[in-house]
């Protein structure tokens, strides 16, 4: 263990509470399994860090936003240890799962690939793959919208982040997989024996069948790239061209693929999820979304959204920020202490689990008066103010926050601006909405119907 010491905690008469409902043995483990969504919220109201069983293990959460911010920005104590040190075995050291020095450069190397003109130069192909999804749409015609967003964000991370010409058919196959992928990583991450993941079983095979094949899709990818030694400046070029400070080595290859599995975990399932909820929420609120489209239409003026438009579609964002509130995609991590610290009040012995969760922060009605309300004026200038300090939450802070966030915001808000231009989204009579939550929060299957504008 380190001797790491943290920069002093926050000050207060911080109040610490236990959760309630702990069995002998199990702890509070079967409350998180079942119902991890209202679990989570309904731990703030036990005090501003609340103590967890998972079985013979301590773990504590930290619901006070001073407090997260103090564990967020303190990660030489507060360390990726846990299930990152499985997850580490899964996806390799790549950047979500790298920590120290070694995280710092990973971080410095990757940064152009999300700088804000980076970013720009990404827009046109994102509203243009909209357009081409959206082509095909017909009025009446009933679709899955968790699922169209999830194979759009695909065939926009293929041609902005790694610009590739791999055909769509492939592309949809990298999906598919992906998917298997990314779920069968957090049940293996969450499982506390790791024994199941290792038996023959169907689900077993299945995810190393898919596993195997997204690497080979990945792997040809790269060697195409190699090969025509064309700099795009995307993602994958950045990767490519990456040579350590000290030792002016490059990546391997095997190198590379880790890192864009996790550039594909990480950002593709969290950003579609984004946009099935808000069309989800715009669904449900039809006076809202009446809003939206007449800000887009002022907006617009009949054009594509391009990266200029996006500060005046300032309703659109509020809408997009509700929504990342109300169903945060990253719905809760984790930290492990690597040496004694002080937090909230209490000596926390070193090796201990800590919690933060973007599901319990958003939903506490301390930090947003009736948390449950789908209110996107929450974040309209003349309110965003009252918002206390840290209560948002849906990229993290620090040195671990989403490197992502400004792209994952850009496409989103370009995504709705393309498709409510042109189109309504009807939600089917008798659909329920039920979060999923998984690796990541998802919201399950959403049909909706497809009503021109
Ligand atoms: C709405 C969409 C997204 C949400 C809500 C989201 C949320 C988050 C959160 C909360 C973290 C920090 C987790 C922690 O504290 O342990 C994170 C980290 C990360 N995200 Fe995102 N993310 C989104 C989109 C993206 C996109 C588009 C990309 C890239 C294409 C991306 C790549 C990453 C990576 C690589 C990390 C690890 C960063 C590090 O440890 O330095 N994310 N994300």
């Known amino acids: 263990m380190t001797s790491a010491k943290s920069s002093a905690p926050p000050e207060r008469p911080w109040t610490?509470?236990?959760?309630?409902?702990s069995v002998p043995l199990l702890g509070h483990t079967l409350a998180l399994?079942?119902?991890?969504?209202?679990?989570?919220?309904?731990?703030?109201?036990?005090?501003?860090?609340?103590?967890?069983?998972?079985?013979?293990?301590?773990?504590?959460?930290?619901?006070?936003?001073?407090?997260?911010?103090?564990v967020l920005l303190n990660p030489r104590v507060f360390d990726k240890g846990g299930v990152f040190d499985k997850a580490r075995q899964l996806l390799g050291n790549s950047?979500?799962?790298?920590?120290?020095?070694?995280?710092?450069?990973?971080?410095?190397?990757?940064?152009?690939?999300?700088?804000?003109?980076?970013?720009?130069?990404?827009?046109?192909?994102?509203?243009?793959d909209t357009r081409t999804a959206t082509g095909s749409w017909q009025p009446g015609r009933t679709l899955d919208i968790s699922d169209t967003m999830h194979a759009l964000l695909m065939r926009v991370a293929a041609r902005t982040l790694f610009s590739t010409g791999v055909d769509?058919?492939?592309?949809?196959?990298?999906?598919?997989?992906?998917?298997?992928?990314?779920?069968?990583?957090?049940?293996?991450?969450?499982?506390?024996?790791?024994?199941?993941?290792?038996?023959?079983?169907p689900g077993n095979r299945r995810?190393?069948?898919?596993?195997?094949?997204?690497?080979?899709?990945?792997?040809q990818m790269i060697s195409d790239r190699r090969r025509s030694g064309a700099d795009h400046g995307d993602l994958l070029s950045t990767l490519l061209r990456a040579e350590h400070p000290e030792t002016g080595q490059g990546l391997a290859d095997g190198e590379v693929l880790d890192q864009v599995v996790t550039f594909l975990v990480a950002g593709s399932e969290t950003t579609a999820s984004t946009l099935a909820f808000v069309f989800h929420l715009l669904g449900a609120h039809p006076e809202v979304e009446k809003r939206v489209h007449a800000e887009i239409d002022e907006v617009l003026q009949g054009r594509s959204p391009a990266a200029e438009d996006l500060p005046s579609l300032e309703y659109t964002r509020a809408v997009i920020t509700e929504s990342l509130r109300l169903y945060p995609p990253s719905w809760m991590a984790m930290r492990v202490t690597a040496a004694e610290t002080e937090l909230g009040g209490r000596t926390v012995p070193a090796g201990t689990m800590i919690l933060y969760s973007a599901q319990a922060l958003h939903h506490n009605p301390e930090l947003f008066p009736d948390p449950e309300r789908f209110d996107p004026e929450r974040w309209l200038p003349d309110r965003a103010g009252e918002v206390p300090r840290g209560a948002l939450l849906p990229f993290g802070a620090g040195s671990h926050k989403c490197i992502g966030d400004v792209l994952a915001l850009t496409e989103t808000a370009l995504i709705v601006a393309t498709i409510a231009s042109r189109w309504r989204l009807r939600p089917v009579p008798g659909t329920a909405l039920r979060p999923e939550p998984?690796?990541?929060?998802?919201?399950?299957?959403?049909?909706?119907?497809?009503v021109p504008r």
């Open 16 to 21: 610490t509470g236990t959760a309630p409902g």
């Open 33 to 70: 399994w079942r119902r991890p969504l209202q679990f989570l919220a309904s731990l703030p109201a036990h005090g501003d860090l609340v103590e967890v069983r998972l079985g013979p293990s301590r773990a504590y959460l930290v619901c006070h936003p001073e407090l997260v911010r103090h």
């Open 95 to 128: 950047l979500s799962v790298s920590r120290g020095e070694d995280h710092r450069y990973q971080r410095r190397m990757i940064q152009p690939a999300f700088h804000p003109p980076r970013i720009a130069a990404y827009t046109a192909a994102v509203a243009d």
């Open 168 to 201: 769509e058919a492939t592309i949809d196959e990298a999906r598919h997989c992906l998917r298997i992928v990314s779920h069968g990583i957090y049940k293996r991450t969450m499982a506390p024996l790791g024994i199941m993941e290792k038996l023959p079983t």
């Open 207 to 219: 995810y190393d069948r898919a596993n195997a094949r997204l690497r080979q899709i990945v792997d």
């Open 438 to 450: 998984k690796a990541t929060l998802e919201p399950g299957p959403l049909p909706m119907v497809c």
